[in-house]
């Protein structure tokens, strides 16, 4: 059948029963509102936010930004990924060490926390800051609770360290 009019809320095409007669649906154009509207859309920053018909819940992937957004309150939001992970080593000559992260860009922000299991005298003589975020990695800096301004150096530690997108 051919289309006899779009819904204005979805853009959903509508066939009315006193249309004309048609012998096939058209598929391209099933095809193109299937696409337009689907729940989770991937494109460019450009394409997103030319999405015509939004609505609360959709899923953009925005492949300018390789950032996942989300329709709410009437505006894309993005979704804030992050990423945890276990990390151990012993700390150079300064108290540092490096570890990696894969979010492909300078986090927002870290939060690091000693692990269970580490020593007793890391968990009771030491602290962890973030020294350094970089788009692809992190300096954790270890200082002793037990002496002012002296850096845990050369000492195994383990800890939890968990990135913001």
């Known amino acids: 059948m051919a289309v006899d009019r779009y819904n204005p809320v979805t853009g959903a095409p509508e066939f009315l029963a006193g249309g004309p007669p048609d012998m096939g649906a058209d598929e391209t154009l099933v095809a193109a509102f299937a696409a337009e509207v689907g729940t989770r859309r991937i494109g460019t920053t450009a394409e997103r936010q030319a999405v015509k018909f939004r609505r609360p819940g959709m899923l953009f992937f925005d492949t300018s930004?390789?950032?996942?957004?989300?329709?709410?309150?009437?505006?894309?939001?993005?979704?804030?990924?992050?990423?945890?992970?276990?990390?151990?080593?012993?700390?150079?000559?300064?108290?540092?060490?490096?570890?990696?992260?894969?979010?492909g860009k300078l986090p927002s922000g870290a939060q690091v926390t000693i692990a269970h299991g580490s020593s007793e005298t890391v968990t009771l003589l030491a602290s962890a800051v973030i020294w350094e975020l970089t788009d692809s990695a992190a300096q954790v800096r270890f200082r002793r609770a037990d002496q002012p301004n002296t850096w845990f150096a050369g000492q195994p530690v383990s800890f939890y360290i968990t990135f913001f997108a």
Do not use: C, M
């Open 65 to 103: 930004e390789w950032q996942e957004y989300i329709f709410r309150d009437g505006a894309w939001k993005a979704v804030r990924p992050s990423e945890t992970k276990r990390y151990s080593s012993a700390t150079n000559a300064q108290g540092v060490v490096v570890t990696t992260h894969s979010l």
